[in-house]
């Protein structure tokens, strides 16, 4: 496909000029649209970031733009983004105060924010977004300033992604309704994008995690990826709450879950008899009527659709698969409905997100959704009042795990902790490919696939400040930085409001101001991952077709032997466990850690050795080892999981290292592919 595929969605006024056009690889799209209202320079002094997920992660603390000055705001880093591709001409891809990318970059002339667009399918489409997904992942990892933005009229502020001046590179992998075909194709993306030079590559994409290393074509690209220095950022997938759910979990990938903020976008609902519930809407209309109207059902057969007409409907979806409930808001929507009230199921429980914006709906708590339901059952003509509160920010409560995201343990990689961790991925603001159509710059949305990008810019400004870093020392200072309690003294919990499991939030939501200097990291080598393989059972001329590289002899080993820092292992009662770490001091040249242990379960013994690590110099590496055994005396049963964390403090920095622990009675189980 030429360029005419292309001029097709970009007009002539957004393109200045073409370098040169090879294969199905645009390279030098310079894109020249006019500065977008409130483009700032590095000068100026930012307001309140849109959709508050940079804010809330601390990029930016009242009027101070904080640490993305010090880290340049990733500019010189290089995104590639493997998704449904991008809109190229939305404000969000600017290149202001963007430079041109280092002599690392392998492609021609190019814009500045947007090098390179590429497709790996022969339809003669342009390299345009079709769907939407990838403009607002690529908009969340690396998007530059716009400010006016909202999302009917809430969440408004300055948008931006997490390394605003990063450069990002497009790799168009996903029609969404030929996915299955394409997934082959994500193997030579991920190669195409280390090979072109990119310093992080994003995937925001989830493919079966019960599938084999030869089959799994984004773990193996990963691993290349890996190989050549680049840390791969993977999206856990949508299919919690419900364990062993997760994707993307060899240990070589940084797998991110979704967790909410402290912002919501309040409604309140009066019941007839007076009763008041509380939810969650994101339209929220100026000329919506503040009067009562009668409540009923939607989840019946009508024939007269008609019904619907002037009421508020109590909508559960989740009776219905998701293209049955779709036609039936259609109907309802085109009979005049006035506004949907919609629970959660016992599944999703406390656990909130706005999903549909066509007409306003209102969410509603499993528990507020049994009272309504109550309320309509016992009353002979229910009624409601919709009260729109708009944005509310501060809420104390947050992050929870957002009952969407996958959970852990993997069916394939057990021996190791997942997610990684979790990252504002609950209504999260973005650009909207579709802008020019319905006038709306921004859209909100939710998912582990929004959360993914977060991190991946994260990653962007450590490997400004680190770039001698590896992708697992990148991902160590992540992890071992992210927090598990909550800023209201409280764990974060599940969508069932009890504390959630390691296989929930992995090390515990992330805190870029503390990744930046995490103190200790821990790094694994790829000839480790090979042992891993074989530790699961791959053998050594599998593992060189599948790797295209040389396996020399090594000794396989479990997931809990990687130096990662998290343990994850198996063990029975009066058994004890030794594993090794190596931790490199990244912090100040002296300094002293001392160990102190965090576990809730009696019986419980963890030794680690020695009791303190002293550092004389950067980058000194020290052993230690760490002990588990449990309690012979308990009476144990082979359904425990135990839980806890090993914590180095220096006066400066917490090193903390999640654990756990299955009991098991009988025989071991196997850990490996077979």
């Known amino acids: 496909m030429g360029f005419l595929g292309l001029r097709k969605i970009i007009s002539n006024e957004f393109?200045?000029?073409?370098?040169?056009?090879?294969?199905?690889?645009?390279?030098?799209?310079?894109?020249?649209?006019?500065?977008?209202?409130?483009?700032?320079?590095?000068?100026?002094?930012?307001?309140?970031?849109?959709?508050?997920?940079?804010?809330?992660?601390?990029?930016?603390?009242?009027?101070?733009?904080?640490?993305?000055?010090?880290?340049?705001y990733g500019r010189g880093i290089i995104i590639a983004i493997i998704d449904t591709g991008i809109t190229p001409t939305h404000p969000s891809f600017h290149d202001q105060n963007i430079p041109p990318p280092s002599k690392k970059w392998k492609g021609g002339a190019f814009n500045n924010k947007i090098l390179l667009l590429k497709k790996y399918y022969e339809e003669d489409l342009a390299i345009v977004d079709l769907h939407g997904h990838g403009t607002h992942v690529a908009s969340i990892a690396g998007g530059n300033f716009v400010h006016d933005a909202n999302v009917f009229k809430q969440v408004s502020g300055t948008a931006s992604g997490t390394?605003?001046?990063?450069?990002?590179?497009?790799?168009?992998?996903?029609?969404?309704?030929?996915?299955?075909?394409?997934?082959?194709?994500?193997?030579?993306?991920i190669t195409d994008a280390a090979d072109d030079g990119a310093d992080l590559i994003n995937l925001s994409v989830a493919w079966d995690s019960n599938i084999g290393l030869q089959e799994n074509t984004i773990e193996l690209g990963a691993f290349y990826a890996t190989s050549k220095g680049i840390l791969v950022c993977c999206a856990a997938g949508n299919d919690g709450p419900r364990s062993s759910t997760l994707c993307n979990a060899a240990p070589w990938?940084?797998?991110?879950?979704?967790?909410?903020?402290?912002?919501?976008?309040?409604?309140?609902?009066?019941?007839?008899?007076?009763?008041?519930?509380?939810?969650?809407?994101?339209?929220?209309?100026?000329?919506?009527p503040n009067l009562s109207f009668p409540v009923v059902y939607g989840n019946e057969a009508r024939v007269d659709h008609n019904y619907f007409k002037g009421k508020i409907v109590f909508f559960d979806r989740g009776l219905f698969s998701s293209h049955e409930a779709a036609t039936k808001r259609y109907k309802m929507i085109k009979?005049?409905?006035v506004a949907f009230i919609e629970p959660n199921s016992d599944l999703t429980g406390y656990s909130m997100f706005d999903t549909y914006r066509d007409i306003t709906t209102a969410r509603v708590n499993y528990k507020d959704g049994l009272l309504i339901r109550d309320y309509i059952d016992s009353a002979s003509c229910p009624t409601a009042t919709l009260t729109f509160y708009g944005t509310i920010y501060g809420v104390d409560t947050p992050p929870d795990v957002a009952s969407f995201s996958g959970r852990g343990p993997s069916k394939i990689h057990k021996g190791i902790i997942k997610p990684d961790v979790i990252a504002p991925g609950v209504e999260i603001l973005g650009a909207n490919f579709e802008y020019k159509k319905n006038a709306q710059l921004f859209r909100v949305s939710s998912g582990?696939?929004?959360?993914?990008?977060?991190?991946?810019?994260?990653?962007?400004?450590?490997k400004k400040s680190h770039p001698t870093w590896s992708p697992a020392m990148i991902k160590s200072a992540i992890m071992t930085t992210a927090y598990s309690v909550k800023r209201n003294g409280e764990p974060i919990k599940d969508e069932q409001m009890v504390k959630a499991s390691l296989y929930s939030i992995g090390s515990g939501h992330i805190n870029p101001v503390k990744a930046i200097d995490p103190g200790i990291v821990f790094d694994v080598r790829i000839h480790?991952?090979?042992?891993?393989?074989?530790?699961?059972?791959?053998?050594?001329?599998?593992?060189?077709?599948?790797?295209?590289?040389?396996?020399?002899?090594?000794?396989?080993?479990?997931?809990?032997?990687?130096?990662?820092?998290?343990?994850?292992?198996?063990?029975?009662?009066?058994?004890?466990?030794?594993?090794?770490?190596?931790?490199?001091?990244?912090?100040?040249?002296?300094?002293?850690?001392?160990?102190?242990?965090?576990?809730e379960t009696k019986g419980v013994k963890v030794d680690?050795?020695?009791?303190?690590?002293?550092?004389?110099?950067?980058?000194?590496?020290?052993?230690?080892?760490?002990?588990?055994?449990?309690?012979?005396?308990?009476?144990?049963?082979?359904?425990?999981?135990?839980?806890?964390?090993?914590?180095?403090?220096?006066?400066?920095?917490?090193?903390?290292?999640?654990?756990?622990?299955?009991?098991?009675?009988?025989?071991?189980?196997?850990?490996?592919?077979k």
């Open 15 to 72: 393109i200045s000029r073409i370098t040169y056009v090879h294969a199905n690889v645009y390279y030098g799209i310079r894109f020249t649209p006019p500065p977008p209202k409130g483009v700032y320079t590095e000068h100026k002094v930012y307001k309140l970031l849109t959709t508050h997920s940079q804010r809330w992660l601390g990029f930016r603390r009242g009027l101070i733009p904080g640490m993305w000055v010090d880290k340049e």
């Open 163 to 189: 390394a605003p001046y990063a450069s990002l590179t497009i790799y168009q992998t996903t029609l969404w309704d030929k996915f299955d075909e394409l997934h082959p194709k994500y193997i030579e993306a």
């Open 253 to 288: 990938i940084l797998t991110v879950g979704a967790g909410n903020m402290d912002r919501v976008v309040r409604a309140t609902i009066t019941l007839g008899n007076t009763k008041i519930v509380f939810g969650e809407c994101l339209n929220q209309p100026d000329t919506f």
């Open 335 to 337: 009979s005049r409905v």
């Open 448 to 462: 582990t696939s929004y959360a993914c990008p977060h991190v991946t810019g994260l990653a962007a400004l450590i």
């Open 528 to 599: 480790d991952y090979i042992a891993y393989l074989l530790g699961l059972g791959y053998k050594k001329k599998d593992l060189c077709i599948m790797l295209k590289r040389e396996v020399n002899d090594a000794k396989g080993i479990e997931g809990p032997e990687l130096n990662l820092p998290s343990f994850c292992l198996q063990l029975r009662p009066g058994e004890t466990k030794t594993y090794e770490r190596t931790g490199e001091n990244v912090g100040k040249p002296n300094s002293a850690y001392v160990v102190k242990v965090i576990s």
């Open 608 to 673: 680690v050795v020695p009791q303190q690590l002293k550092f004389s110099k950067l980058n000194q590496k020290i052993k230690f080892q760490v002990s588990f055994k449990l309690d012979n005396g308990i009476n144990w049963k082979s359904t425990n999981v135990v839980e806890g964390s090993i914590a180095l403090v220096s006066s400066s920095h917490t090193v903390t290292m999640p654990f756990l622990i299955e009991v098991i009675r009988g025989k071991m189980k196997t850990w490996n592919k």
